[in-house]
């Protein structure tokens, strides 16, 4: 079968290929100016779309679930809303942000730190669909399949990825239908989506079609090939490409799981059309931003005003949720005019923080390398 090039490595001083372009224009990050909200309103939210937004009618649609359990079941959405009903607030993030500015960097959606965004997601929650299907023992892990199809890599296939059975049953899990009050917009995942807090975008499972229990550990293309934390680069410009053909590295690389902790600030001022440098006037400026973490809540934000010489703590907002992003500020009265580069960073409570530079892999995934933001002051 022929597909796309194979993920592959750019050589030293190629610039961004057409395919990825291509990726850009059809994908989407938030606009940095939105952090302001703490809801991303829908049209703003990031969107990753492996392959095409299935063409879905709401007549036939079903939810099956099967696989190790004892009673297999079959679900409209009209049964599933009927169900308890959660609204979560949770910060999405898309395991590839930041790749674009890894060196070298793994040619594939160029996100630079745009793709994130929060939304009020309402469902019912996973965990008591299982334990009406009833577990069977010796089940490992769960299987989510949607319906967005095609070829990676030379792999034909459903999008479909796993969760270890623990992940799968913690009750935020939620098998969701509204977004920010709203039916899910079909590039969001109508009829139903997964959402499985804390976790990278990768997990969040979109147009859903069934769920597997199963009693072995799941070897789709998504879990086994894909979003893996890969140290090998292997020669410059070559290839990995997959289970249908050779690999230039043996390197399995660990799994991509949760959210590192990242802080991001809303740019300060107004800015230049193609830098986006950005230009404030003398005086005191409130700094502000959005900070999360999957592995446990923010406990500090800091900014820096100097190129990270030294930091400071910025004062933090309400928690929205547990998984979701929180508000910080910090108020900066620049010396004089100039240029300065402007920095922030998040730990979270249980002792993750940011890196000044990211450790490089294979895929570009869970880059949270510090952000930082070029400032002219005018007098």
């Not at 900066?332 to 730990?347: N, V």
Request: glycine content about 12%.
């Amino acid at each position: 079968m022929t597909g796309s090039e194979p993920a592959r490595v750019a050589a030293p001083g190629e610039g961004i290929t057409e395919h990825e372009l291509q990726l850009a224009a059809r994908n989407h990050g938030l606009p940095a100016e939105a952090l302001r909200y703490d809801l991303t309103p829908v049209g703003l939210h990031y969107l990753l779309i492996h392959y095409d937004i299935p063409d879905l009618d709401r007549s036939t649609w079903r939810l099956r679930i099967g696989g190790a359990v004892q009673r297999p079941l079959e679900l409209r959405l009209d049964d599933l809303r009927r169900r308890h009903r959660v609204t979560s607030v949770v910060t999405l993030e898309c395991a590839g942000n930041g790749r674009a500015r890894l060196v070298p960097r793994p040619i594939s959606q160029p996100w630079l730190l745009d793709a994130v965004g929060t939304a009020a997601w309402t469902g019912t929650p996973l965990a008591p669909l299982l334990a009406e299907a009833g577990i069977r023992p010796g089940a490992v892990e769960v299987a989510f399949t949607g319906a967005d199809h095609g070829v990676e890599r030379g792999v034909e296939q459903d999008y479909a990825r796993a969760l270890p059975l623990a992940e799968a049953l913690d009750s935020g899990v939620l098998l969701a239908y509204e977004m920010n009050g709203m039916p899910l917009p079909p590039q969001h995942g109508w009829p139903l989506r997964l959402v499985v807090p804390g976790w990278y975008g990768m997990a969040q499972v979109k147009w859903l079609t069934s769920i597997t229990v199963l009693d072995e550990p799941f070897t789709g293309f998504q879990n086994a090939v894909a979003y893996r934390l890969k140290q090998d680069p292997g020669p410059a410009g070559t290839h990995d490409t997959g289970p249908a053909g050779r690999h230039d590295t043996d390197d399995p690389g660990e799994p991509v799981t949760r959210i590192q902790p990242r802080a991001l600030m809303i740019p300060p001022g107004y800015p230049d059309f193609m830098s986006r440098t950005r230009f404030v006037r003398l005086g005191e400026q409130i700094v502000q931003g959005r900070a999360w973490s999957g592995w446990a809540p923010v406990d500090r934000v800091e900014v820096s005003t100097d190129g990270g010489a030294t930091w400071v703590a910025a004062v933090l907002g309400p928690a929205l949720g547990r998984y979701a992003w929180r508000s910080w500020g910090y108020r900066w009265s620049p010396a004089g005019p100039g240029e300065y580069e402007l920095l922030t960073r998040a730990s979270d409570e249980a002792g993750n923080c940011q890196p000044g530079e990211q450790p490089w892999n294979r895929q570009g995934m869970a880059n949270n390398m510090v952000q930082r933001i070029r400032v002219v002051v005018t007098g």
